[in-house]
């Protein structure tokens, strides 16, 4: 693949700033923040807003069954399987204003300039807004195929049910498996976030070429001693779920620690009955672990697995565990990679090969298209929070980066690859 760039087509720096600022506005809460929560009534005016913008683009814009918004412009091959962009504009209740956003402004940038500059991909050009990222996923799930009949398995941030959530955006669960894509109708999907971590701030890179995106296990498990009387129960005769609890975070940690770039955590816990006066006869805990190999997290369970046998044995009491979300790792098409580093070393931007430890919809569009994705820093790795920032700079380079490079993609999918 050639690290020329074609024509060198320049983004419009202020536009895109303005749009950022703009969209930040609907659901804006005090400190900066933005609370969109998705299909919430700030959602539904943000997505007026960036459909508004997408015609302005000149993009063909519809609304699928699952409540994805895509914008399309056509390409000089009109059969050829689109090239595709985007990422999601909903938050967590107290979000900021680039996590998600960002990939989505930044796609219809490019829009902008290709219609500005009366340039045409040979591909169809697709920027699509996935709905609700932060929750249910449902938007890129449908897309993959990968969703489940029981409409009670999509909980948004809100608690509203699915069927309805949909019906106000212009989706339909009853429709839903019409929202599905394939290779055929879609050659590759590039997403362009926020990095969500401190990485490249610290090294001071300006991109992250993602390797990929990791793979995710997440699971309960619940620990069971005998609640008896703080006072009057001696040390030695205790069955204490806290106990337990606590070697099995400590076991956690130690073997995260290990060899590797996996990461775990406990998260949550719950102590039943809560009480200063009594033992602990029961205490439910999470397990989130993430790993870009199955292997890997398959070998770091087995080990916690083993640990966690001694430890009842130890402390008397029984634990088991039940899995309650898997997420397969989706690695980043090599030739994807290399093509967003041509496109930093042509622009002399500093770049540094990285995993994804957060789920994005990119992971969904890996199950069925080559998929790529581009980091920008966030400043000291702050995410889902009011203060989450990346400056002007860093996302008009990410932006540009994310231009050239679906430029590239674009020759060489049509060369028959």
């Known amino acids: 693949m050639s690290s020329r760039l074609i024509s060198f087509p320049v983004i419009n720096r202020d536009r895109l700033i303005h749009s950022i600022e703009e969209l930040a506005q609907i659901g804006q809460i005090g400190s900066g923040g933005v609370r969109r929560l998705a299909f919430s009534a700030e959602d539904i005016c943000a997505r007026n807003l960036v459909q508004h913008w997408m015609t302005e683009a000149g993009m063909i814009v519809r609304v699928d069954a699952a ?81 489940v009949a029981d409409p009670t398995g999509y909980v948004t941030l809100e608690g509203i049910n699915i069927q309805s959530c949909l019906e106000q955006v212009g989706g339909s669960w009853g429709d839903l498996h019409l929202a599905q894509r394939h290779r055929q109708d879609m050659v590759a999907f590039l997403e362009l976030h926020v990095e969500q971590g401190p990485m490249l701030e610290s090294l001071g890179q300006e991109i992250g070429v993602v390797t990929g995106i990791v793979g995710q296990r997440r699971y309960l498990i619940t620990v069971r001693g005998r609640a008896s009387h703080a006072g009057s129960t001696p040390m030695s005769m205790r069955q204490d779920a806290m106990v337990a609890a606590a070697q099995i975070v400590l076991a956690v940690n130690r073997l995260a620690n290990a060899h590797g770039e996996q990461v775990a955590t406990v998260g949550q816990l719950q102590v039943f009955p809560n009480a200063a006066n009594v033992i602990p006869g029961r205490v439910e805990m999470s397990l989130d672990i993430r790993d870009l190999s199955n292997d890997r997290i398959d070998e770091l369970l087995n080990q916690l697995q083993r640990e966690i046998a001694t430890i009842a044995a130890q402390t008397g009491t029984e634990i088991d565990s039940q899995i309650r979300l898997r997420n397969e790792p989706a690695p980043a098409q090599e030739h994807i990679q290399q093509a967003i580093v041509q496109v930093c070393e042509t622009l ?66 049509a060369g028959g690859r």
């Open 67 to 147: 409540g994805n918004i895509i914008g399309r412009s056509s390409g000089l091959l009109p059969e050829a399987p689109a090239l595709a962009t985007g990422s999601h504009i909903d938050t967590v209740p107290t979000g900021g204003r680039y996590d998600g956003a960002l990939g989505v402004l930044a796609g219809l940038e490019v829009a902008r300039v290709l219609q500005e500059q009366n340039l045409r991909l040979n591909h169809p050009f697709e920027v699509i807004v996935f709905s609700d990222e932060e929750s249910s996923m449902i938007g890129s799930k449908a897309i993959s195929g990968r969703t």
């Open 348 to 413: 002399g931007l500093g770049y540094h090969h990285l995993p994804s430890r957060a789920s994005h919809d990119a992971q969904e569009m890996a199950a069925f298209t080559d998929m790529g994705m581009i980091f920008v820093p966030s400043q000291a790795g702050i995410s889902h929070s009011a203060t989450e920032y990346t400056t002007p700079e860093q996302c008009v380079q990410g932006t540009t980066v994310l231009l050239h490079t679906l430029l590239a993609l674009d020759q060489y999918y």
